[in-house]
């Protein structure tokens, strides 16, 4: 494929995957931090949002084969995260549908870093985000206005958090736990969420720092895609672009 646009002159570059549920999908709104890792990129990397409100890893597993295979897209995936729990995490009485028993959601956290690896995308390339932590004030507002009761608890969600942090040790890929870093020192967590549970724009800050710690080695020295613009020979740009001989003016 990559021969096959190159030969049509298609300039592909590499790409960042963000696979997760709504706090991914949300990660492109104003300042959030999917928009802030695809700003430090422009040029140099593509970002693709592959968030998926709601979803859980039961239902991730199922269909992250269709947004990553080999056949089309995994070549050239230079990291994907993948950050799933907070709904997982969610109480089975209150909230049954979105709810995975926990060595469930660990086993799949396994399934999708081992599908990963079996597309050639390899474990250092492979971060996961546990969820943060749960404010349960604002949480419970946010439910009760739906007329439901708080459906999750923070202490259940850090057991989630432990798993994916377990489970990125015992295969080797990086991890970010949002859960324990959120809740160091004194200060109030709640500042790093919107409603209880998604992230604020402090949170969003907060993640893309992390995340670009991580990845900052990896992408930092990529390649600017085209030359700046004051590099173009603007009496002849097919001579910059497509590497034409300059042809002399009458």
């Keep these: ?15 960042i995957v963000l696979f997760g549920d709504s706090i991914t999908e949300f990660s492109f709104q104003d300042k959030g931090w999917g928009a802030s890792l695809a700003n ?16 859980n890893t039961r239902w991730a597993k199922i269909v992250l084969p269709r947004l990553i295979n080999q056949d089309h897209n995994a070549e050239n995936i230079l990291a994907v995260t993948v950050f799933f729990g907070a709904n997982d995490s969610a109480l089975k009485d209150e909230n049954p549908r979105q709810h995975v028993p926990l060595e469930e959601y660990a086993d799949n956290l396994k399934s ?77 967590f709640g500042c790093y969420l919107s409603d209880g549970l998604h992230l604020s724009e402090k949170g969003n800050t907060f993640l893309a720092n992390q995340l670009w710690t991580l ?16 590099d173009v020979d603007h009496l002849c740009p097919e001579a910059t672009f497509l590497g034409i001989p300059t042809a002399k003016k009458q």
Excluded at 1 to 14: I, Y
Excluded at 215 to 230: A, D, G, N, Q, T
């Design 112 to 188: 999708m870093i081992s599908y990963l690896n079996s597309v050639d995308i390899s474990k250092r390339d492979i971060i996961l985000v546990t969820p943060p932590p749960l404010h349960e004030a604002s949480w419970e507002k946010e439910c009760v206005a739906k007329g439901e009761k708080l459906n999750r608890l923070n202490s259940v969600t850090g057991e989630y958090a432990k798993a994916c942090v377990k489970v990125a040790e015992e295969c080797g890929a990086d991890v970010i736990d949002l859960w324990t870093l959120m809740q160091k020192g004194d200060q109030d």
């Design 1 to 15: 494929a990559a021969a096959a646009a190159a030969a049509r002159g298609l300039l592909l570059l590499p790409r």
């Design 40 to 55: 430090r990129l422009a040029r140099k990397c593509d970002v693709f949002n592959r968030g998926l409100s709601g979803y």
């Design 215 to 230: 990845l900052e080695k990896k992408l930092s020295s990529l390649p600017r895609l085209l030359p700046y613009w004051h």
